[in-house]
């Protein structure tokens, strides 16, 4: 379902990016407090271990415990209103770009629109696209799931007019660079190994099983998700680092702070201040919520298509006449 079949062509484009925004919907509710601990363990300058005094958090539980004790159960949903527009937005326009561009391929070239090298051209592009247009939400969000107690911005519209008159409208895309050198093999690769997985899948189990297509898509969508974020994770962090630059008097609670000049500088201050495992931190509560995100995305984006698809089915129409 994922891509264009032109043996089992049932959904629109405009269709597809219904159930990508769907999808991402659904997905971010379930998903946000793994999001917030990711995004807390990336900001922190301290090496995360409970041998050093100095560190806010040391590990998931006891950043869970602290979080909720501190600032109460609705932290874990901080930034969750821009999460929400980043998720519902980016979800239509990958999925949408993503057919529209293997349908491209079918049409104008030679290669399969089901090849998986293709899915993971396409999918880089798609995601390049859909980056590129919700990329101020994602600061929005960061900047909503880093702050502390008491909030430097109360709500959506105070932080967008803050940061655009104190630090101008470049500053919605801060960490554009890292992010888009990033989500093109991050997104690829996840289309990649989603194509792969389907495809050895099929090949393992027989065709007639149909029962467990749902919970197929959900593990091919996990694994697919662990593996490309854990090959691109460095550059997430590095991302998170300069979408809160100029938000260094919010972070002050949560210890050191530090001040980056860009792409190039930031990957060198953290490699010197914090050594190559500074750009790995967040990456297990990472890895989890790439598991959840990249197999729920599939598992509801393959199941809105279905059930788009069986409401044009002839058999639906004829029970809608009858």
């Known amino acids: 379902m994922v891509g264009y079949d032109p043996e089992a062509r049932c959904v629109s484009t405009v269709e597809a990016a219904a159930a990508g925004s769907a999808s991402g919907l659904v997905t971010r509710v379930l998903v946000s407090p793994l999001d917030v601990l990711k995004i807390r363990f990336q900001l922190q300058i301290e090496q ?6 100095a560190a806010k958090y040391h590990g998931i539980l006891q950043a869970v415990q602290r979080i909720f004790r501190e ?25 949408m770009a993503f057919e529209s561009l293997t349908e491209l391929v079918h049409s104008v070239t030679s290669f399969n629109a089901r090849d998986s090298f293709v899915h993971l051209v396409c999918g880089g592009l798609a995601a390049c696209t859909a980056t590129v247009a919700v990329h101020p939400v994602d600061t929005l969000r960061t900047r909503f799931a880093a702050q502390g107690e008491p909030k430097i911005y109360p709500n959506l519209r105070h932080a967008v007019m803050t940061m655009y ?12 660079t890292p992010t888009l050198v990033a989500i093109f093999p991050y997104a690829g690769l996840q289309f990649f190994f989603y194509n792969i997985l389907q ?21 091919c969508g996990s694994c697919a998700g662990v593996v490309s ?94």
């Open 48 to 53: 995360l271990s409970s041998r050093n005094p």
């Open 71 to 95: 600032e109460g159960l609705t932290a874990f949903w901080k930034g969750h209103v821009p999460a929400q527009f980043l998720s519902i937005g980016f979800g239509a326009v990958q999925f």
């Open 165 to 176: 008159q104190t630090e101008g409208p470049q500053t919605f895309y801060r960490g554009l």
């Open 199 to 219: 495809q050895f899948s099929k090949w393992v189990i027989p065709a007639e099983a149909k029962n467990g297509a749902s919970v197929k898509n959900l593990v």
């Open 229 to 322: 974020k854990s090959l691109t994770y460095p550059l997430d962090v590095v991302k998170k680092r300069l979408q809160v630059g100029g938000f260094e008097h919010a972070r002050a609670a949560f210890g050191q702070v530090r001040t980056y000049g860009g792409f190039l500088d930031c990957m060198r201050q953290i490699m010197q201040e914090e050594g190559p495992g500074g750009f790995f931190k967040g990456l297990s509560p990472s890895l989890l919520k790439a598991a959840c995100s990249s197999g729920l995305i599939f598992f509801w984006y393959e199941l809105f298509c279905s059930l788009l698809c069986a409401l044009k089915s002839p058999e639906s129409t004829k029970r809608k006449e009858g």
